[in-house]
């Protein structure tokens, strides 16, 4: 199956800071979305990007398909924006990476 | 519905019973999911269904493990008798058309083996 690996694992933050989270993959997918798992568990989405960049609010998403990686962009860090960032990729069923676990402190 | 629901959200039972989980996708979604996560872990998949075809149970990790998907709509993923190593949280997705379109997750249910 297709390999999804993420950097960092771990990350902290003092608030206000930016961040870069980076998803790399093995082949070429027809779907790629980010989620952020909040502390009580519900994944919520936040881009869903095969291909070129978004923008919502302080956050961004970038995937170079042709490259294989995509790289999300946390501007201006809240204490809100803490737990565990996904990267999914999928030709078939979405392959999850193992995750960046994000602490923002006050 | 607005969005995926599961139910129920939380469940123990004791090892050796079966369980059902339900989920019911969004309204006119055609493929649906089931994942499992362990604590600490990021989310292993189990089976996909699509419209009418064939599900993927690529994904399922022994025999007791079983799902269906009734009507195009609803799925129940049942587990027989049931291990410690099946406590996890079990999440259902679905999408409008497959893989290729976007992915909208439930709440979860919570299993705990005791």
């Known amino acids: 199956g297709i390999q999804v690996e993420q950097s960092p694992p771990d990350l902290i933050l003092q608030e206000g800071a930016n961040s870069t989270l980076r998803c790399n993959f093995s082949d070429s997918v027809n779907n790629l979305q980010w989620f952020h798992q909040n502390p009580w568990g519900q994944l919520i989405n936040l881009f869903y990007i095969p291909s070129g960049t978004k923008q919502n609010g302080r956050l961004s998403a970038t995937t170079v398909a042709t490259e294989r990686y995509s790289l999300l962009y946390i501007s201006s860090s809240q204490t809100t924006d803490s737990g565990v960032y996904f990267c999914?990729?999928?030709?078939?069923?979405?392959?999850f990476g193992k995750g960046t676990s994000l602490l923002v402190t006050p | 519905g607005a969005g995926v629901s599961q139910s129920p959200s939380n469940k123990v039972t004791e090892k050796g019973k079966d369980v059902e989980l339900r989920c019911d996708p969004i309204s006119g979604h055609t493929a649906l999911y089931w994942y499992r996560q362990s604590l600490g872990q990021g989310l292993e998949f189990l089976i996909y269904?699509?419209?009418?075809?064939?599900?993927?149970k690529s994904g399922l990790p022994s025999d007791r493990f079983s799902a269906e998907r009734t009507g195009g709509s609803v799925s129940t993923l049942t587990i027989q008798r049931t291990q410690q190593e099946d406590s996890a949280v079990y999440l259902c997705?679905?999408?409008?058309?497959?893989?290729?379109?976007?992915?909208?997750f439930g709440q979860g249910t919570r299993l705990t083996v005791v």
């Open positions: 997705a679905s999408t409008q058309l497959g893989p290729d379109t976007e992915a909208f």
């Open positions: 269904f699509q419209g009418n075809s064939a599900p993927d």
């Open positions: 999914a990729v999928a030709l078939y069923a979405l392959n």
